[in-house]
């Protein structure tokens, strides 16, 4: 028993003759003939009285209702396996970092599930460490976030830059300088984010290679909460300036000299995934479009 047989069973009830059904699903009237000597067959039981007109059978009545929705279902079925083939729906599961994840992200997926509906989208928001290691265990399809470790079975391609700058209160004394060096640092507290975020090992390399006294600093496990520690007078931070528009009241921006602080940025999954298939292309490429438009490198 198949959906055709079924469809032609269908079309006997609606029209009232085997011959109207054949003309109008275009078959010889022998094949639908022969559907229904095999349908009936194969369900053990008489459907169909056949005589100068056909009528329903108790079987074929309950056969019938049944298989509307039976009919139905299927087609639905059809449908959703066509889209999934060509990437039109599906899930993927995506994690992302700070400031992406609450900056750009939201807008972007928005935009993205307006083009495609019937694509389910999961976000994970974590550090770049953390996205490797789900993305190794294949608990996430992609990642958008900084270039990993080196040594693992990942592939990252990068898309953007994050840009820095230093938001500091504007009674600040390094507030009236126009050019501030790393060394300017070194005299006034820094406020940095948890030891595993790319963003402060790229500084703590920064500041290093300056040389010179430590720094005194205090940890802020929270990148997108760095500001608001600023605005309250607690120190200097290195923000991602997506998060500063507008900056926080009674806070100024300055650019930190010498050294590039600035990350880059891409798409990271698994090696063995790429490249990717069905909706999670869809995904990658919506995103890559969209993303490499703020590059500057």
Do not use: W
Not at 43 to 66: D, H, M, P, V
Not at 85 to 90: D, F
Not at 117 to 125: A, D, G, L, N, T
Not at 171 to 195: F, G, M, Q, W
């Amino acid at each position: 028993m198949d959906l055709k047989t079924i469809k032609t069973f269908q079309a006997i009830v609606i029209s009232g003759s085997f011959n109207r059904a054949a003309e109008a699903l275009n078959y010889a009237q022998s094949t639908v003939t022969m559907q229904m000597q095999r349908l009936e067959s194969d369900l053990g039981c008489q459907l169909l009285e056949r005589g100068k007109q056909i009528s329903l059978t108790e079987a074929g009545r309950l056969f019938y209702e049944e298989s509307l929705h039976i009919v139905k279902d299927m087609e639905r079925l059809q449908s959703r396996l066509a889209d999934l083939k060509i990437g039109e729906a599906g899930s993927v599961r995506i994690g992302v970092t700070d400031p992406t994840a609450s900056y750009r992200l939201p807008q972007l997926l928005s935009s993205f599930m307006t083009q495609f509906p019937k694509v389910r989208v999961s976000v994970e928001i974590a550090g770049t460490a953390a996205l490797s290691e789900l993305l190794l265990r294949g608990e996430i399809d992609m990642a958008v976030c900084s270039a990993p470790e080196l040594g693992k079975e990942l592939y990252f391609e990068p898309l953007f830059t994050e840009e820095f700058v230093l938001l500091m209160p504007e009674e600040h004394p390094l507030a009236s300088k126009e050019n501030i060096t790393p060394e300017d640092l070194r005299a006034h507290r820094l406020l940095i984010t948890a030891v595993n975020c790319p963003y402060r090992k790229k500084l703590e390399n920064v500041l290093q290679e300056s040389g010179g006294a430590p720094v005194d600093t205090m940890e802020i496990g929270s990148m997108t909460a760095l500001k608001y520690f600023v605005e309250s007078g607690l120190g200097v931070a290195l923000v991602p300036e997506i998060m500063l528009n507008p900056a926080p009241a009674g806070t100024v921006l300055r650019k930190l000299e010498g050294e590039m602080i600035d990350m880059t940025c891409g798409i990271l999954c698994k090696l063995s995934d790429y490249p990717f298939k069905l909706a999670s292309s869809r995904l990658y490429h919506f995103l890559k479009q969209e993303l490499i438009s703020t590059r500057i490198f």
